[in-house]
């Protein structure tokens, strides 16, 4: 008798089945970069210009317009890849010359906006995975955090495209928001780019709103945001341990994933420290893991159902501005008191 898993295997992906979807992707990721390049302009996320650009392609094209193969591969192995890659944009020198106060501001904002996020979803009826996907972008690094916490959250395309719309906004609006509220908070630049860094999603945004009080404040912005970005992959192991635990105690042979992509970021951070780079290879490795998970998003576009994503309402919008006020709020009060 023959079953469904023997005629796939007698029927393996071809090119003609990968390419087409890949290809697509890629070339949408590549544009968003370079229109990012060219512009300069941190409102032009590379990963939400591919993202919205693919929900778009697809409207234009239907929706059966790509096989799902190319894209498949785009949203996991490669968007993974750049994840990893990001591990070269951390260098434990550089945290530790800010010392240990920046860190305490960054880990206390990381978690307890994480863990009031999560509640607070619950509260408002967010789906869990929606809600663990904007809670993790809003607590680490925007959208990069939240594809990473979806190899545990498991949210569908539709999910994650709204999550990383979510952060994206609300990010952006902090961003041109902060550099307004520095001199009516009676902030130095170095208070004041550990605000950003602690607060702000995106490692853009950051970069774009520190800068504005100058240089000083610019370094220590991005370097409190790096340290956000080095404990996104404490943060998705942690979700996978509880998520493992939960899906034990419900199901019988149920179990989570381990994301062994984080093990891949960490070890790239560990090594960044101790391997003196050649110049330009940093930022090229920047370069490419935003290429990278560009191409996963936009790939996600590319295979969203809008009708799924105009069904979660206005009660994911109002989570994601939530957290947002919330993390802004608290890092601004650890800043206070720790520095």
């Not at 950003?196 to 774009?208: K, L, Y």
Request: aromatic letters at 6%; a positive charge; proline letters at 4%.
């Amino acid at each position: 008798m023959t079953t469904a898993s023997s005629d796939k295997s007698q029927n393996p992906l071809t090119v003609s089945d990968i390419w087409p979807g890949l290809l697509t992707a890629f070339s949408i990721s590549a544009g968003a970069v370079v229109l990012r390049q060219v512009s300069g302009h941190a409102l032009l996320s590379p990963m939400l210009v591919s993202v919205v650009s693919g929900v778009l392609l697809r409207l234009a094209l239907g929706s059966n317009c790509l096989p799902r193969a190319g894209l498949a591969i785009a949203s996991r192995p490669v968007l993974r890849a750049g994840i990893v890659l990001l591990g070269l944009q951390v260098t434990l020198g550089d945290i530790a010359s800010l010392g240990g106060g920046a860190f305490a501001v960054a880990a206390l904002s990381l978690a307890a906006t994480y863990l009031t996020v999560v509640l607070a979803g619950r509260l408002l009826g967010v789906p869990r995975s929606l809600t663990q996907l904007i809670a993790a972008g809003t607590a680490v690094c925007g959208a990069s955090a939240v594809v990473a916490a979806n190899s545990v959250a498991r949210g569908s395309d539709a999910e994650v495209a709204y999550a990383v719309a979510s952060v994206t906004l609300f990010g952006t609006l902090a961003m041109l928001a902060l550099p307004l509220l520095a001199g009516p908070l009676a902030l130095d630049p170095v208070a004041y780019g550990i605000w950003t860094g602690a607060g702000i999603h995106e490692v853009a945004q950051v970069t774009a709103a520190a800068f504005q009080l100058g240089p000083e404040a610019g370094q220590v912005g991005t370097i409190t945001k790096l340290i956000r970005v080095m404990l996104l992959a404490p943060l998705v192991l942690a979700m996978a341990l509880i998520a493992r635990g939960v899906v034990t105690n419900v199901s019988v042979g149920g179990g989570v994933q381990f994301p062994w992509f984080v093990i891949g970021f960490v070890t790239l951070a560990g090594a960044n420290g101790m391997i003196d780079l050649p110049e330009g290879a940093q930022s090229l490795a920047g370069l490419v893991a935003t290429l990278f998970m560009s191409t996963g998003l936009a790939a996600m576009g590319l295979g969203m159902n809008l009708r799924d994503l105009h069904s979660r309402g206005l009660a994911p919008l109002g989570l994601g501005a939530f957290g947002c006020v919330f993390v802004l709020l608290f890092s601004l009060g650890m800043t206070k008191i720790l520095l």
